[in-house]
């Protein structure tokens, strides 16, 4: 593939706007799975180990998991959180890898091990996924020594990986809830060590699958141990209208007390990844015509199409960020207290073992499908392969320091944003005194934190008959396209208690003009779709400028956040189709997409 570094010019003035003395830019993935994850190691993941994945995130060449060859990544990460489900950690590997005698002679042991020796080893795996779902979890698969076993693993692992200044690597774990087949789950992390983390074991779906107990055990462990934890849901666009719902797990109408709970352990919601973007849908948002980027609205349903049902499309009001970044601006006025004021990071959600988010070195949601041959093969509900699975996202964050406790304090503060992919740097700040010379500047970050408030911040005693303004900039990634456009996004609180949003480009490459419907045009397509090359003729290598809301209403709550668009690059399932000399539209999915970045938003709220 053809991918054109930056001119050292470009290079040079990115890096003086970016670098500023109060934050700098690290990235990473907070969301990986290796053979300890039951599902993982049931699709072909078999010795996969956390100590693996910190190793491909620092760059160093691997070993694939299931094809057996030397894999390695494209651009090494500066931190990663190793994310295995919670729920019988390593029972899997030990039952059918380590023959482990004691497990191996309980009487479900022994159906397992029969199961997955015979004929039929994948109903081993819908056995043993069907007591969590169930919520009947098999007491000797989970006594304390076991899950301690477990934990401890994952802690060795990240203290042994752990670099402070050069690699961060968090503790954490996830939780998945997945009430009749609707995705509820969180990974959760501690910037603490291992010392901290062994004082207690990680809350699990079998233990409760419903959000609130979650939340309440953080506040338990926290006031006992003194331990640090974040809470990050993921996937609301195949929760069945559950993640950003306006009632509670038992169906009651949300209230303040809930809502705080909420937002004091999730302040971050992971809005791409493998399994589809979250960021809106295009029947949310009809008027966004970039709203239709990697869908993915099928639930999970494996049961239910076993048993003959049919997989529908599910597109409700809690499942995408935009319109839950909406209802929380109307729960803030009823409740005075935002349960959706969430910032938003990207990462992959990889069961392979690394955390692979490049399309040209992509190795697959799970092991088994990291060549392009298994691509064919349908594995999850409601896809017809597995080029329906996206090569997304990472994490952006802004920290004065690449350490455990510095980028936790970032994810906490929302300075944080996510990308589909790219190292697509930005920098997003609100403030009322902003000026068209700022986006100029060689001190863009020092301007922005002197004048305003970072992505993630609160615009608040805004002057009176003065409309915020926002400092935005972007860098293209270095071995990525160019970018296209940065747009800002917009909703806001009506009088009569409705949400309403805008998407606005605020600033865009070459000399395109926007259209009687005042719209950009667009940016233009380089892609062969004969080779897969790209050049960057069109675009630009970096987007700058202020923009002030046109249409403000001082008496209005309201969020912003910037969303930066690349020119169109192939997507995997292109370089897939080259080489398997195929039609790319035999995978059912587009041959080039346009990657891009969402920031955190930025919130404004009306003078009392």
């Given at each position: ?28 993935d ?8 039951m ?57 059918f ?76 774990w ?84 809930y ?7 999730e ?9 589809g ?19 993915y ?53 990889s069961?392979s ?23 064919r ?29 510095s980028?936790?304090e ?21 403030g009322?005194?902003?000026?068209s ?5 060689k ?8 004048k305003?408030?970072?992505m ?40 009569d ?23 950009v ?6 892609v ?10 069109i ?15 001082p ?15 192939p ?38």
């Amino acid at each position: 593939m053809n991918k054109l570094l930056l001119p050292a010019l470009c290079l040079t003035l990115g890096a003086s706007a970016l670098n500023a003395e109060e934050t700098n830019l690290y990235w990473g993935d907070t969301h990986v799975h290796t053979s300890n994850s039951m599902d993982a190691y049931f699709f072909n993941n078999k010795d996969g180990t956390p100590a693996g994945a910190y190793r491909w995130a620092k760059g160093l060449p691997v070993i694939n998991t299931s094809n057996r060859t030397r894999i390695q990544i494209g651009t090494p990460l500066d931190f990663l959180v190793v994310t295995d489900h919670a729920e019988y950690m390593t029972i899997p590997k030990r039952l059918f890898t380590l023959k482990d005698k004691a497990l191996r002679e309980t009487d479900f042991g022994k159906k397992l091990v029969k199961l997955w020796e015979g004929e039929n080893p994948t109903l081993a795996g819908f056995e043993l996924v069907g007591t969590v779902n169930d919520l009947k979890p098999y007491a000797p698969f989970v006594t304390p020594k076991l899950r301690g076993s477990a934990w401890n693993e994952v802690i060795k692992a990240a203290e042994d990986a752990n670099e402070p200044g050069k690699f961060t690597a968090f503790i954490g774990w996830e939780w998945t809830s997945f009430p009749n087949a609707s995705n509820l789950h969180r990974v959760l992390f501690t910037p603490q060590s291992g010392g901290m983390a062994s004082k207690y074991l990680p809350y699990t779906a079998l233990d409760s699958s419903d959000p609130e107990e979650l939340w309440n055990w953080l506040e338990k462990t926290s006031k006992e141990t003194g331990a640090e934890l974040i809470s990050i849901p993921h996937n609301g666009n195949v929760s069945n209208g559950l993640m950003f719902s306006r009632k509670d797990y038992k169906g009651k109408p949300i209230d303040a007390p809930y809502a705080k709970l909420r937002a004091r352990w999730e302040p971050i919601y992971e809005v791409t990844q493998i399994k589809g973007d979250s960021e809106t849908h295009p029947k949310q948002s009809p008027d966004d015509e970039f709203s239709d980027y990697e869908t993915y609205a099928h639930l999970l349903d494996a049961a239910g199409v076993a048993a003959g049902g049919e997989m529908k499309e599910v597109v409700a009001e809690g499942d995408y960020a935009r319109r839950a970044l909406r209802t929380g601006l109307e729960f803030e006025e009823k409740l005075g207290v935002n349960p959706f004021k969430f910032g938003l990071i990207g990462s992959t959600d990889s069961h392979s073992t690394y955390a692979t988010g490049e399309e040209d070195n992509f190795q697959g949601k799970f092991s088994i499908d990291s060549t392009p041959e298994a691509r064919r093969l349908k594995l999850l509900p409601g896809t017809e392969n597995m080029w329906a699975v996206s090569a997304a996202g990472f994490a952006g964050v802004w920290a004065k320091e690449n350490t455990r406790q510095s980028l936790y304090e970032a994810f906490k503060r929302k300075e944080v944003y996510a990308t589909s992919g790219p190292r697509i740097a930005v920098r997003f700040f609100g403030g009322f005194s902003f000026k068209s010379k700022d986006a100029k500047s060689k001190s863009l970050a020092k301007i922005g934190y002197k004048k305003g408030v970072p992505m993630g911040g609160d615009l608040t005693d805004a002057p009176k008959n003065k409309a915020p303004s926002f400092l935005v900039h972007a860098v293209k990634d270095p071995v990525e396209g160019n970018l296209d456009r940065i747009q800002i996004v917009k909703g806001w609180l009506n009088a009569d208690g409705t949400t309403a949003e805008k998407v606005y480009d605020v600033v865009w490459s070459g000399e395109r003009k926007k259209g009687a419907n005042g719209k950009v045009p667009v940016v233009g397509n380089t892609v062969n779709l004969e080779t897969g090359a790209y050049t960057n003729t069109i675009g630009t290598a970096q987007l700058a400028t202020t923009w002030t809301d046109p249409d403000f209403n001082p008496a209005q709550r309201a969020f912003y956040y910037a969303r930066v668009l690349q020119i169109p690059t192939p997507r995997y399932s292109l370089l897939d189709a080259i080489a398997l000399q195929m039609d790319v539209k035999e995978t059912g999915h587009p041959a080039t997409i346009q990657e891009r970045a969402y920031s955190s938003p930025i919130w404004y709220t009306p003078n009392k």
